[in-house]
C-alpha cells in the first residue's frame, strides 16, 4: 500500500528537491546473480571499472560543484573494495545499505534474507563510522520479510519501490516505512546496460537527458523531490559521464533546486510530518 505524506517546504527557498544516488555494486552485480560468474573474468572487470574509473569521476565532479550524493554499498564491495568505500564516506557522502552479495530478496528464503540485512550491516561497519539509514534492495525487488527486517534493524527510509514519484510511506503488514522512491526511467542501468549473454542497450545519452531533464523541470513544477539512480559502471563511461556532467551543471546553476542526500531529505520530510 501506498500511503501519501504532505511535503515539508524544501530549504534555502528551493522549489523541488534533487538527489543523486549510485548503487556501487561492482562483482557482486554479477556473483549475487548466479556463481558462474566468479570464472567469468570479462564480466568482473567490467564491474571493476566502475570502481577503477568510475567512481574517482563521479567524485571529481561532485567535489566539484560541492554536491553530496548517497551512495549505496553493498557488503562484499566494501569487503573487496574498503579504501574506495572509505574514499566517498571520507568526502562527505552518505553511505546506505545495499544488501551484502546483492542477492534479490525474491530469490532466497528469509534466513539468507536475514543475512543479507545483517552482513551487509557488518561489513560496512568495518570501513565506515555511521550506520546506514537508508536501505535500497539489489535490483529494486523487495520481499514483505525484507520490509520487515528493515523495520527490526530501524531503518528510517526504504529507497526501492516505485508508488509514487515524491516520498510516500510504503505500508505492507502493519509495517510502514517512509519511501525515497525510484523508476528505471531515472535509472542509468536500463538505458545503457548491455551484456553479451541477454544483450540490453547501449544508449545515446543525449536521449537520456531528454528524459532525465523533463523529470527535473517537472519536479520543480510540481514542487516534489526526485531521485536518479547511476551504476559507475555505467554512467562513469566517458561519453555517458557527460550526462551526468550536464545533469550536475543544471542542479548546481540552479536556484530552484535543493541537491541534498537521501538521509537528508527523510530527515526532513520525517521532521516536517511530526510537526503537523
Ligand atoms: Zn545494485
Redesign the pocket.
Known sequence: MSRSIALPSWPEGADAAVSLTF???AEC?WLGESPEYADRLTTLSEARFGITRGLPRILALLAEHGLKGTF?V?GDTAERHPDAVREIAAAGHEIGH??HL?LRSDRIDHRAQREEIERGLAALATCVDARPSGY?S??WEITPFTFALLAEHGFAYDSSCMGDDRPYLEEHEGVALLELPVHWSLDDWPHFAWNIDSGGRLGDPEAVWRIWNAELASAIAERRHVTYTM?PEVIGRAHRFELLRRLVEAIAASERLWCATHGEVAELVRSGAARR
Do not use: I, L, N
Open positions: 548503487d556501487v555494486d552485480g549505496y553493498p545495499h544488501g546483492h535500497r539489489a535490483s551504476h
